[in-house]
C-alpha cells in the first residue's frame, strides 16, 4: 500500500473531526439490548453447532484487572492487587469455559484466542499456565492458532513471558502510550524506556513471531516534537505493527478521565499536527498504514491480508481470521456469530452470580436484520481494504446497490467533491487523506446513527 501520505490535509481532516464510531462492530454497540437475553444467546449456540457444523472459532477472554489506574484509561477494567480477588475472577472464568466448551460442535476448530483487558499479564505465571492448559485441553486448538495476549510492561517478569509462551501464545501487543517523562507523570503511568526495551527483548527472545507496541496521541503535554521522539524511539524497536490510538476523552463514560485536565491536552490543530507527523515518520521508516490507528511492516500478516482483501475487522482491531464465529469470555466479553452478537455483563458480582447458577452471563445482545448483514459488509470491506467492489455487494445481497444506497451516496458525494473518495463503475475507493477519515466514510452507510447520538453524547471524536 506504501506511503500514501506524501502531503496529509490538515484542513480537510479538521473539517472532518466529529463524534462517531470505530465500527469494531456494525450495528455498533449502543444498539445492543437487554431485549435479547441469555436464553436467546443459549439457543442460538445450540442452534450453531448441531450436527454437521464445522466453521472456525475464535475464542476472547477478558482479564479486568490492572495495577494501577492510567488516567486516560477507556478500557473496561478494575484496579486490584487482590490476589484473592483476581483467583476468584479466573475460578468463574473456568467455570464458564466449562458451560460453553461441551455445546460445540466436535468438529469446530478454534483458529485465534486472545486475551484482553484490563492486563492479562496481571495473572501469576503459574495462573497463565494454568490458564493456557485450561483452554488447550477444552477446546479443538488448531496446532497454527493464531494467539495473541495483551501486556503491560510495568509489571512483567521473564517467567510471564515464558508462561505464555508454554500457554501456546505467539503473538503480544504491548503497551507503551509514551515515552515522554512528563506526560507519563500526567497520566499516572510511569514507564521508562528501558523497563520497554528490556520487555520487548524478553519477547523476541522467547520467540513470539509478531510483536505489536501501543501508542496514543492527543494525551497531556504532548507537543509534535516530544512525540515524534516516542515514535523514533519505538521504530529502533522494530515491532512488526504499531497502534497509534487516537486519544478516546469520554468523561461521560469514563468518570476517572476527569482526572486529566482538559488545560494540558494538545489543541485540535496540535493533534493534527501530531497525527501528520506520525503518518509521515512511521511511512518514511517503512511501516504501512493500515486503516484505523494501525500500521504494519509491509511483510507483516495483517499487510499482506490487506493486499489480498481478506483483512477482517472485529472487537479487537484488525485481524486475518475473516468468518470465525467469536466466542467471549468473562465479564463485559463480546460473542459475535453470523447474526448475533450477546455482551455479558460488566457487572462482577452479577457475572459470577449468572455463572454460578449455570446461566449464561449475558447482559445485552442483538439480532442482526437482512439490511445490518449488507452494512455490515459494506463498512467492513470499506474498513479494511479502503475500497469497496459495489458489483460483488449486488451479487452477494441481490440489490441493486445504487438504488438501496441512494441516501448514503448522497452522503459520500461531499467526500469525492474534497477528492478524498472516488467513484468508478462497480467501484468506490478511499484515496489520500480521506484514509485518515475511515469512520467518517463508514457513517455514510451507517442506518442508526442519527437515532443514537440525537440526545446524548456517544461516541469518541473520529480525528
Ligand atoms: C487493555 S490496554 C493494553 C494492555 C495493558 N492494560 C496496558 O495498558 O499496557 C489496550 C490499549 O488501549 C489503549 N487505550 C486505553 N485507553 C485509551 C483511550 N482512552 N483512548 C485511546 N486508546 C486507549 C492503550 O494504547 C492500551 O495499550
Ligand atoms: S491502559 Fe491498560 S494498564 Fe492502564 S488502566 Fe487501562 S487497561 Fe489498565
Known amino acids: 500500500m506504501g506511503s500514501p501520505f506524501s502531503q496529509v490535509d490538515l484542513r480537510l481532516l479538521k473539517k472532518y473531526d466529529r463524534p462517531g464510531p470505530r465500527y469494531t462492530s456494525y450495528p455498533t454497540a449502543p444498539l445492543f439490548s437487554n431485549s435479547f437475553t441469555n436464553r436467546d444467546f443459549r439457543r442460538e449456540i445450540v442452534d450453531t453447532n448441531g450436527p454437521g457444523s464445522s466453521g472456525d472459532i475464535s475464542l476472547y477472554f477478558h482479564f479486568p484487572f490492572c495495577d494501577t489506574l492510567c488516567y486516560f484509561c477507556g478500557c473496561t477494567m478494575v484496579v486490584s492487587r487482590d490476589r484473592k480477588r483476581i483467583e ?28 484482553g483487558g484490563g492486563t492479562p499479564t496481571h495473572l501469576l505465571p503459574e495462573e497463565i499456565r494454568e490458564m493456557g492448559e485450561i483452554i488447550r485441553t477444552s477446546f479443538r486448538l ?52 528501558a523497563m520497554s526495551r528490556q520487555v520487548y527483548d524478553w519477547a523476541r527472545d522467547a520467540g513470539f513471531m509478531s510483536v505489536n507496541i501501543d501508542l496514543i496521541y492527543g494525551l497531556p503535554y504532548q507537543t509534535k516534537t516530544s512525540f515524534e521522539k516516542t515514535i523514533r524511539t519505538v521504530v529502533r524497536f522494530a515491532p512488526d505493527r504499531i497502534a497509534v490510538f487516537n486519544y478516546a476523552h469520554v468523561p461521560w463514560l469514563k468518570p476517572h478521565q476527569k482526572l486529566i485536565h482538559p488545560e494540558d491536552l494538545p489543541t485540535p490543530e496540535q493533534k493534527l499536527d501530531i497525527l ?11 511501516y504501512e498504514y493500515i486503516g484505523m490507528d494501525h500500521f504494519a511492516r509491509p511483510q507483516d500478516e495483517l499487510a499482506r491480508a490487506q493486499k489480498e482483501k481478506t483483512l477482517y475487522r472485529n472487537f479487537q482491531g484488525y485481524s486475518t481470521k475473516s468468518g470465525a464465529d467469536l466466542y467471549g469470555f ?30 449464561f452471563a449475558t447482559h445485552v445482545g442483538y439480532r442482526m436484520t437482512d439490511d445490518d448483514q449488507i452494512r455490515k459488509f459494506v463498512i467492513m470491506r470499506l474498513m479494511c481494504d479502503l ?36 467513484r468508478t463503475p462497480g467501484k468506490i475507493a478511499i484515496v489520500g487523506a480521506g484514509r485518515l477519515l475511515l469512520r467518517n466514510i463508514a457513517m455514510c452507510f451507517d442506518a442508526y446513527l442519527d437515532s443514537m447520538t440525537k440526545d446524548k453524547p456517544v461516541f469518541s471524536r473520529t480525528v
Open 142 to 193: 488448531d496446532p497454527s492458532a493464531e494467539m495473541s495476549v495483551e501486556l503491560d510492561p510495568r509489571e512483567l517478569l521473564r517467567d510471564d513471558l515464558l508462561a505464555l509462551r508454554d500457554a501456546g501464545f505467539n503473538r503480544m501487543s504491548m503497551g507503551v502510550q509514551d515515552f515522554d517523562p512528563r506526560v507519563q507523570e500526567a497520566v499516572n503511568r510511569i514507564q521508562p524506556e
Open 276 to 286: 501528520k507527523m506520525t503518518i509521515e515518520v512511521l511511512s518514511s521508516e517503512g
Open 387 to 422: 475500497d469497496l467492489d459495489t458489483r460483488a455487494v449486488e451479487k452477494r445481497f441481490a440489490i441493486d446497490f445504487a438504488r438501496y444506497f441512494a441516501s448514503s451516496l448522497k452522503l459520500v458525494e461531499e467526500f469525492e467533491e474534497e477528492g478524498l473518495v472516488i
Open 88 to 115: 476468584e475472577y479466573n475460578h468463574f472464568l473456568k467455570k464458564e469455559i466449562a458451560l460453553v466448551a461441551p455445546m460445540l460442535a466436535e468438529d469446530r476448530r478454534v483458529v485465534q484466542v486472545h486475551w
Open 330 to 359: 468473562g465479564m463485559s466479553a463480546i460473542s459475535h456469530f453470523q447474526s448475533i452478537y450477546a455482551q455479558n455483563t460488566k457487572n462482577i458480582p452479577e457475572y459470577y452470580k449468572a455463572i454460578d447458577g449455570g446461566d
